[in-house]
């Protein structure tokens, strides 16, 4: 059998309620906010972007971002997989779809930024090509960039 398909699907009132049921393991609730919550800030930021992951026909991760000011990079906001669909390859290709999605949109820059610890995701954004900028963000978390 062949790996499934992932796609970023928009959100409808249909399946609103089973992407805010996606969750990460207890021990990563500190590195992403709820996908409930996330959905309600992008609702108040006009420019905010949000999408389900689909692995086939399934609902597995989600995905927010939205762009900087300067039209030139773009901010990955929010990003999980599905505590019962990590590790099989779904992060990798669902990041990989948003950045390729970018030069298109005249970006040039990717950026993002993560809450530091154990069992955290810098080590899987190192992976993608994002490298530290040094740079530590207001709320304590740390930027990374990935030149498109
Ligand atoms: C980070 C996250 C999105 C990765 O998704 P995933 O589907 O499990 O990742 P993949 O299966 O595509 O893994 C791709 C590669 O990254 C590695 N990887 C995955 N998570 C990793 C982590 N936290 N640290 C280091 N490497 C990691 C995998 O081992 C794999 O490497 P390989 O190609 O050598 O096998 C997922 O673990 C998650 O949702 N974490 C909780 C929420 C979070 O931290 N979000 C980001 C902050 S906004």
Known sequence: ???PVVTLREITAETVR???ELEPHDAQSGFVAPNAVSIAQAHFNPVAVFRAVYADEEPVGFIMWRPD???ASCFLWRFMIDKDHQGKGYG???ITLWLKS???QGYKL???SYVAGAGGPHGFYLAQGFQDTGE???NGE???ELVL
Do not use: F
Request: hydrophobic share 45%; glycine share 8%.
């Open 142 to 144: 740390r930027l990374m």
């Open 102 to 104: 970018l030069p298109p």
């Open 136 to 138: 530590i963000r207001a």
């Open 110 to 112: 990717a950026r993002t």
């Open 1 to 3: 059998m062949s790996a």
């Open 69 to 71: 000011g300067d039209g």
């Open 18 to 20: 089973t992407i805010c």
């Open 92 to 94: 990798r290709a669902a």
